[in-house]
C-alpha cells in the first residue's frame, strides 16, 4: 500500500509508552477518563471554533460514545469533535506536545518502579494511557470543515502508522484492540462504573452501547458550577449524601466561585452529625479536587487536617488534567487555592459561632478536631482561639475563651484550665478546690487533645493559659481566704516526715492554697507537662 506512511514516536514518547506499559497498574481503568476528557475537549474546541465560523458546529445532539464489541474484543470511544488533520495525527499523538504529559513522564521516570502504578493511576498519561488496556490501537478521524479522514494506528512500540480513512461526520473515533487480560471493558456495567466515578459531572452527554442502544452513563450536570440561586436545598443535600454516603443533613453549605487571580468553584458541607468512623483514624482532608469538571483525585488534601470533617468539591481551570502528584504538593496554584479554601471556611465558623446554640452542634461533632489546629498550625492558632468552646466550672453549657476572660476575678491574670477523662470527673476533682473556694472559674478538658494544645497557645487577649495542677503559686497572690478558726498548725514537720516517706515517689512535698476540704492533692511541677499529659504519656508507653 502506497499510501500506508509509517513515522517513528518520538524519543521521549516511546520512553513514556514503554513506562505506562511496563507497571504494573492497579487503576488502569483511568484510560477511559483521559478519552472521554480528549473528547470533550475536542468538542468543545469546535464549539469555540463555530463562534466564528458556524459551519463548524457541532451537531445539537453531540456527545460522546462508548462502544465495546465483545466478538471482536474492541472497545470504540467515538466524538463529535473538532478532528484531526493528517498532519495534526502526527504531532498531536507522536510527540509529546504538552508541557504537562513531559513534566508526568519525568516524575514517572524518576520514581521507583513499585510506585509507578500508582502514579498513572492517579493522574493518567493522556492519550498513551490507551496502551494499558490495548496492544493495538487506531484512531480515525476528520477534522471539522475538511473532506478527508485519516487512520493513525500503533502498536505502541515505537512506530505508527498514518493511512486514508474513512468518516462519515467530522470527529474522531479511538479504537483499542483489548489486550486478553483486559476483558472487563468490554462489559457495559463495568464501563458505567469508570464513568460514573471519573467523569460523572461532565456536562457532555456521554453513553454506553447497551444491547443495540446507546444508554446515558453520566449525570451531565455539575452543580458547583451552578449559580447559587438555581440551587435548592434539597438538590444540595442530595448531592451531600451522594459524596459522604451519609443520611443526615448538612450543617452548613458552603457554595462559591473564585474569580480574578485564581479560578475555582468550590462546593463545600460540614456535617450535622459525627461520621460512624473514628476521626482519628485518617488524618488528612479528602475534599475532591476536579479539573474542569472531571475527577482528579479526593487525596490534593485541600484543606488541612484539623478541617478533615468538611466535604466536598473544588473545580478548577487553573491546573491541567493529569497534575503529577508531585505537582500537586509543589505547585503555587494548589497552594492559593488551600489558603482561599481553608480561610473561607474559617470566616463561615466565625459567622456561625455567633448563634450559640447552633455552634454548638458543630462544637458537639467536630471541635475535638478543630483543637488539633491550635496544637498544629501556628499560622491559625489565634483566629481557631476565638472558635474554641468549653465547659467551666463557673457557668452551665458551653463558654468560650472571651466569655471566660469577662468574667476574671479582679487581680486574676490567667485562664485556668483542668485536663481530665470526663468533665463529670473534673467538676469534682480536689484540684478544684481552692480556686472554687476564691470564686476562680476554671475550664474542664476533657478531650484527648486537651492535654496537648494549651502548651501552644501562651496567652489569649493578654492572659496566660495555666493548667491547675501546674503548681498553686497564683492562688495564694489571689483574694486569700478567711482565716480559719484557731491557730494554723504549723506543718513543717508533717512536710519533712511525708517527703521521707515518698522520696522514690514525687519530686517534693509542699504546704498549698488551693484545697479547702480535702487532705492531699497531686500537683505538677511549675514547668513539665501537665498531669493529664503525663497520664497520656503513660498510656502510650513513655
Ligand atoms: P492533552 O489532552 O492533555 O492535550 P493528550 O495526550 O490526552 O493530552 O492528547 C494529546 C493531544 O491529542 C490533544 O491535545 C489533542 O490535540 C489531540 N487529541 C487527542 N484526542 C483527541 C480527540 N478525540 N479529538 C481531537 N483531538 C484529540
Ligand atoms: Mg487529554
Known sequence: NTTLETHGFAAEVGRLLDLVVHSLYSEREIFLRELVANAADAT??????????????????????????????????????????????????????????????ETLAAAKPEDRPSLIGQFGVGFYSAFMVADRVEVTSRKAGAEAAWTWASDGQGAFTIAPGTREEAGTDIVLHLKPDADEFLDPIRLEAVVRKWADHVTLPITIARDGKDVPANEGTALWRKPKSEVGEQAYAEFYRHLGHIFDQPWTTLHWRAEGALEFYSLLFIPGSKPFEPMEQERVSRVRLHVRRMFITDQAELLPPWLRFVQGVVDTEDLPLNVSREMLQSTPVLARIRKAVTNRVLTELKTKAKDAETYATFW???????????????????????????????????????????????????????????????????????????????????????????????????????????????????????????????????????????????????????????????????????????????????
Open 364 to 542: 458537639e461533632n467536630f471541635g475535638a478536631v478543630l483543637k488539633e489546629g491550635v496544637w498544629e498550625d501556628s499560622e491559625h492558632r489565634k483566629e481557631l482561639a476565638a472558635l474554641l468552646r468549653f465547659r467551666s466550672s463557673a457557668v452551665e453549657g458551653w463558654t468560650s475563651l472571651g466569655d471566660y476572660v469577662a468574667r476574671m476575678k479582679e487581680g486574676q491574670e490567667a485562664i485556668y484550665f483542668l485536663a481530665g477523662d470526663t468533665t463529670e470527673a473534673l467538676g469534682r476533682s480536689a484540684q478544684l478546690e481552692g480556686f472554687r473556694a476564691r470564686g476562680i472559674e476554671v475550664l474542664l478538658l476533657a478531650d484527648p487533645i486537651d492535654a496537648f494544645w494549651p502548651d501552644r497557645m501562651d496567652a489569649f487577649d493578654g492572659k496566660p493559659i495555666r493548667s491547675v495542677t501546674q503548681g498553686a503559686a497564683d492562688l495564694s497572690r489571689l483574694a486569700p481566704l478567711d482565716a480559719p478558726e484557731g491557730e494554723a498548725a504549723d506543718a513543717t514537720a508533717l512536710v519533712a516526715a511525708l517527703k521521707a516517706a515518698l522520696e522514690d515517689e514525687v519530686s517534693d512535698v509542699r504546704v498549698t492554697d488551693r484545697l479547702v476540704d480535702s487532705a492531699v492533692v497531686m500537683a505538677a511541677g511549675g514547668s513539665g507537662p501537665d498531669l493529664q499529659m503525663q497520664r497520656l504519656l503513660r498510656r502510650a508507653g513513655r
Open 44 to 105: 468543545d474546541r469546535r464549539r469555540f471554533e463555530s463562534l466564528t465560523e458556524p459551519g463548524l458546529a457541532p451537531p445539537e445532539a453531540a456527545k460522546v460514545r462508548i462502544i465495546p464489541d465483545k466478538p471482536a474484543r474492541t472497545l470504540r470511544i467515538a466524538d463529535d469533535g473538532i478532528g484531526m488533520t493528517h498532519d495534526e495525527l502526527i504531532a498531536n499523538l507522536g510527540t509529546i506536545a504538552r508541557s504537562g504529559t513531559r513534566a508526568f513522564g
